[in-house]
């Protein structure tokens, strides 16, 4: 028991040594790439973009649902007044760049991640 105190006591260290501003950063990407995997698996975004034959439109929604995501985390968890609106605007704009790229990685890693997390029947 004493050895998994030693371990969280030294993992909080180690955590504490990382400002609040790059967890802030940090918390905004990876909730931005979790919620909007949610809302997709949640809302039928993609039937709805189907019935108006647009690809574009189910593209731009995800996109929008990732900013909306990462620039409402960061902004509300960004420390102090300096600085916030332009750190979440720029965590933001990078959230549909971050969620392309790791769902990427992670349909890659595990193959049939894909099928489960959007409910795609293949």
Do not use: H
């Not at 990407?29 to 919620?35: A, Y």
């Not at 975004?45 to 929008?64: H, M, P, Q, V």
């Not at 409402?72 to 933001?92: D, M």
């Amino acid at each position: 028991m004493e050895s998994i105190t030693n371990g969280i006591q030294t993992a909080n260290e180690w955590f504490a040594l990382i400002p609040v501003e790059i967890w802030s950063i940090f918390s905004g990407l990876i909730l931005s790439l979790f919620f909007t995997q949610f809302v997709k698996r949640v809302l039928p975004i993609d039937e709805w973009c189907k019935a108006r034959n647009s690809e574009g439109l189910y593209r731009f929604t995800i996109r929008l649902i990732a900013f909306g995501t990462g620039f409402v985390a960061t902004f509300y968890t960004w420390p102090g007044e300096t600085f916030r609106l332009f750190v979440a605007l720029s965590v933001g704009f990078a959230t549909p760049t971050f969620y392309l790229v790791g769902t990427k990685i992670a349909y890659k890693v595990w193959a049939r991640l894909e099928d489960r997390l959007t409910g795609n029947k293949k």
